[in-house]
């Protein structure tokens, strides 16, 4: 079975840290995917990368960076965490092929105080 | 980008089949149909994906119209383990250029009950 993990499953932070998220995938796909969750809101994309050192911003990229030196591992940085960031982070991976379909990590619920 | 309509909210009883609708009125040539779930606190899992007609798997069908602007996707006999999140995207994937295809939306939450 394919196997997202992503690193932290709860994490506190506080307003002004910087913040490293990280997920890692087994399955050698070439797309990875950072999203946020939040009520009522949906899933909403931050990120995405569809090769190593590659990045394209998704829907709301402000405040977030990204990282991505193997293939196998895909980081969201918050420069500066702030309180607005407080979400849960999801992160996804995929082939790169014709509507391939996405397998999703458990989640990092980050409450920035 | 296609966008995709859901119902926020659905309820229904176990044993019954329960049929959600996404509209999708600007849906493109090549773009595909795919649903998603989610349970609490874990990340959504793909359940079917179609192009056109009917698609079946184990856990759902897939029903496309000819004009392909909405789609339904069927649960047959749910139980109390259904309630879940339910997504609909709508694209032409992602091979290394664009994000049509990757935007979740806010889905459907179902909820069964006894």
Same mark, same amino acid.
């Given at each position: ?16 840290e910087k913040?490293f ?8 796909h ?7 969750q939040?009520?009522?809101l ?9 090769d ?7 829907d709301?990229?402000e405040?977030y960076?990204v990282?991505r030196?193997?293939?196998e ?9 702030s ?6 982070y999801?992160?996804?991976?995929g082939r790169?092929?014709?509507n391939e379909?996405?397998?999703?990590g ?6 920035v105080? | 980008l296609a966008k ?9 009883y ?7 609708t996404?509209s999708h009125?600007n849906?493109?040539?090549n ?6 779930? /989610?349970?609490?606190s /874990?990340g959504?899992?793909?359940i079917i ?6 698609v079946?798997?184990?856990v ?24 879940a999140?339910y997504?609909?995207?709508v694209?032409?994937?992602?091979s290394g ?10 889905g459907?939450h179902?909820i069964?009950?006894?």
């Open positions: 079975d394919v196997k997202v993990t992503q690193s932290s499953r709860y994490l506190v932070k506080r307003t002004g913040v998220l990280e997920c890692v995938q087994d399955m050698d070439e797309n990875m995917f950072w999203y946020r939040d009520p009522g949906g899933l909403r994309l931050i990120y995405f990368s569809y190593v050192k590659m990045k394209e911003k998704g709301i990229p405040g960076s990282s030196e193997k293939k591992r895909f980081s969201l940085i918050l420069e500066s965490a309180t607005n960031q407080t979400s849960m999801l992160c996804a991976s790169q092929e014709h379909k996405l397998f999703f458990s989640g990092t619920q980050l409450s105080l | 995709t309509t859901q119902p926020i909210s659905m309820d229904s176990e044993g019954q089949e329960v049929n959600i996404c009125n849906i493109a040539t773009d595909y149909i795919t649903w998603y779930q /989610q349970f609490p /874990q959504p899992r793909f994906q179609g192009y056109k007609t009917k079946t798997n184990e759902a069908s897939l029903f496309i119209p000819a004009d392909r602007k909405s789609s339904t996707l069927s649960l047959p006999r749910v139980s109390l383990s259904d309630t999140v997504y609909c995207l694209g032409d994937s992602f250029g664009g994000a049509d295809g990757l935007t979740f939306g806010k459907t179902l069964i009950q006894p």
